[in-house]
């Protein structure tokens, strides 16, 4: 029997952010359905800073956290794919905390949310009244058209989570792999031998990344 060890892969402030887009994602959905269009107006103010924390956090985070270290090409990707019946039914250590193919999903989920979010900011309704931060710069065919395309692409980003959602089940499922409670305390199981040294990034690093997404968040909404 392989002897394993419990090593941190996820950060604080990683995990954080993930659960926090989690619920803007329910709360943006619930406001819009229930037309609490200012609290549907502010959960997308919250969701924008934390895109755009995330993205600083890509590229200055930990070794997990960094773009650079787990998202591949076509050719890694396909050749996960097709080595996929192989591992069927084994452990999944991965030292990136992303396969491939997991990697793919979360690029596509980032940009489907940054796209939401950039829409939201510049759509506008028929009267004028309930309009996003930045419709004063485009003309009102366009405020409507993107707040269209806002809607539209709400129902594209609900199939990529319900996507996302079920490979973590099947994880979980087939892999007694529980990536819930891996994005919870951060940590997963690793054979000793194979227990990776990761490095996370400082906290002046943190509290950068903090201060610069508040101020994007604040110059985009400050007319509001």
Known sequence: MTDL??????DAPLRLVHW?????VATSWWTAENDELDYHRYSGYIL????????????????????????????AILAYVRNLPQR????????QGHNPLGALSVVVLLLLL?????????AGDIDGIESGPLSSWVSFETTRTCAELHE????????FIALHVAAVFFYLIFKRDNLIATMIHGRRAFPKEQSPQLRFASWPRLVAGVVIAGIVVWL???GE
């Not at 069927?88 to 030292?95: D, E, L, M, Q």
């Not at 539209?152 to 199939?159: E, G, N, P, R």
């Open 48 to 75: 924008l800073g934390l895109l755009i924390f995330r993205l600083y956090w890509g590229f200055v985070g930990g070794d997990t956290a960094r773009f650079a270290n787990f998202i591949k090409g076509p050719k």
């Open 114 to 122: 940054i796209a939401q979010v950039s829409l939201g900011l510049f």
């Open 20 to 24: 926090l887009i989690v619920v803007c």
């Open 220 to 222: 985009i909404t400050r």
């Open 5 to 10: 060890t419990r090593v941190r892969i996820w």
């Open 88 to 95: 069927a039914g084994t452990a999944h250590f991965s030292v």
């Open 152 to 159: 539209k692409l709400f129902d594209v980003l609900m199939i």
